[in-house]
C-alpha cells in the first residue's frame, strides 16, 4: 500500500493552534516537530547521550511543522481535503511513501559483517549461509534497539571480548539495547550472562536475540530497570553472584554513576569494559573509573570513540610487588 506524507509548515507560535483545527477537523494522529521542543528535550535528557547527529540538528533546524499519513487512493484524498478544510493560507505538501519503506527500508544497509578476529554479525533475514571458517556467527535483529555491531563504540567493544572472555565466566550488560554484546560473550564462552536496560523494547529484543541464537532463558536474563534509581532491580543485582565480566556500552555522563555499582559487583580478577566514550572526555571518564576503584588496563579508540579496560585497582605496595600497571594500546 502507499501512502501520503503530508507536511504542513507553520511558526512556533502557531503551531498549537494548527494542530487544534486539525484535530477538529478530524486528524487526531499528527506528528508535530518544533526545533524548541526538540530544543528542550535534549537539553532536559543530554545525561543520556555525549553528540547528537548532525544530520537530525540540520533537519530540526527552525523546524515549526505537522505530519499526519493519509492513503494514496480516493478515500485517502478525501480525508485529506477534510482535515484542511478551512486551512487557507498554508502550504500542504504531500510525498509517497510505500508502507514497507518505514518497517525494512534500513534492512538494506545492514549487511553481515566481521567484526574482530572471531565475530560474523549477521541479520536475521541474511542468515542461512555459512560465516567465513574459523568465526562464530552472531545472529541479530536489532528492531528498535540500539546494537548491529556496525557502530564504532560496539566493534571496540565486541573486539576487546575476544581477549577478555574466559570460558564459564558470568556476565553483566548495562544498558543492553539488542543484546549484542552479551549474547556475543555468551557465544564467546561465558556460562550465563545479566543484562538490564531502562527501556522495554530493548529487553524484548535482546530476549528474541538470544533465542535467534539457540540461547534459552537460563543462558540469558534480561531485565527493564534503571540501577540507578530501580532499588528493586540494585537488590536483584546484589543477590546473584559476583560477576567476571560487566559490559557498558553507553555514554560518558551513565558510565560515570554506574562505575560504583560495576566496582561492587565485579568479582576479583574481573573486568568492568566501557564503550560509548567520545575521546574529548576520555581523561575525564578514566578518572572517574579510578575515583571509583578501577584501574583502566587498556583502551581501544577509534573514529573519535573510546573504550576503557578496566579492572580493580590494587593498593600501591600490591601494585610494586606484582608490577600491576595501566597500559593502553
Known amino acids: 500500500m502507499t501512502w501520503l506524507e503530508i507536511t504542513i509548515n507553520t511558526t512556533g507560535a502557531d503551531l498549537e493552534t494548527l494542530a487544534a483545527r486539525l484535530a477538529a477537523n478530524g486528524a487526531d494522529e499528527l506528528v508535530i516537530e518544533d526545533e524548541a521542543d526538540f530544543r528542550r528535550f535534549l537539553e532536559e535528557n543530554r545525561q543520556y547521550w555525549d553528540y547528537v547527529d548532525d544530520g537530525l540538528l540540520r533537519r530540526m533546524e527552525g523546524a ?71 568465526r562464530v556467527p552472531v545472529i541479530l535483529n536489532p528492531g528498535l534497539s540500539f546494537g548491529t555491531g556496525s557502530h ?6 565486541l573486539e576487546e571480548l575476544e581477549d577478555v572472555v574466559s570460558p564459564g565466566a558470568r556476565a553483566l550488560d548495562l544498558g543492553c539495547g539488542s543484546g549484542i554484546l552479551s549474547i556475543a560473550a555468551l557465544l564467546l564462552g561465558c556460562a550465563g550472562a545479566d ?38 532491580l540494585v537488590d536483584w543485582l546484589d543477590s546473584r553472584e ?30 568492568f569494559l566501557c564503550s560509548g566514550v567520545i575521546e574529548p572526555r576520555r581523561d575525564e571518564v578514566c578518572a572517574g573509573l579510578e575515583a571509583a576503584g578501577f584501574s583502566v588496563l587498556k583502551r581501544r579508540e577509534r573514529s573519535g570513540w573510546c573504550a576503557l579496560l578496566c579492572g580493580v585497582a590494587l593498593k600501591p605496595s600490591v601494585q610494586n610487588q606484582v608490577g600491576h600497571q595501566p597500559y593502553s594500546s
Open 242 to 271: 559476583p560477576y567476571q565480566l560487566i559490559l557498558a556500552n553507553i555514554v560518558a555522563d551513565v558510565i560515570l554513576p554506574l562505575a560504583p555499582l560495576a566496582r561492587r559487583r565485579l568479582a576479583p580478577g574481573g573486568y
Open 195 to 232: 543484562a538490564v536496560d531502562i527501556d522495554p523494547k530493548a529487553v524484548k529484543a535482546a530476549e528474541e536475540n538470544a533465542a535467534l541464537n539457540g540461547l534459552g532463558p537460563g543462558r540469558l536474563c534480561p531485565r527493564c530497570g534503571d540501577v540507578l534509581t530501580d532499588e528493586a
Open 152 to 157: 564504532a563504540s560496539t566493534q571496540l567493544c
Open 64 to 134: 515549526a511543522r505537522i505530519k499526519f499519513y493519509v492513503t494514496d487512493d480516493a478515500g485517502g484524498r478525501a480525508q485529506l481535503a477534510r482535515y484542511t478544510a478551512g486551512l487557507e493560507g498554508y502550504e500542504v505538501l504531500s510525498a509517497p511513501l510505500r508502507e514497507e519503506d518505514w518497517a525494512t527500508s534500513w534492512q538494506k544497509y545492514y549487511k553481515p559483517l566481521a567484526v574482530g578476529r572471531r565475530l560474523y554479525i549477521v541479520p536475521e533475514w541474511e542468515r542461512g549461509g555459512e560465516a567465513p571458517a574459523g
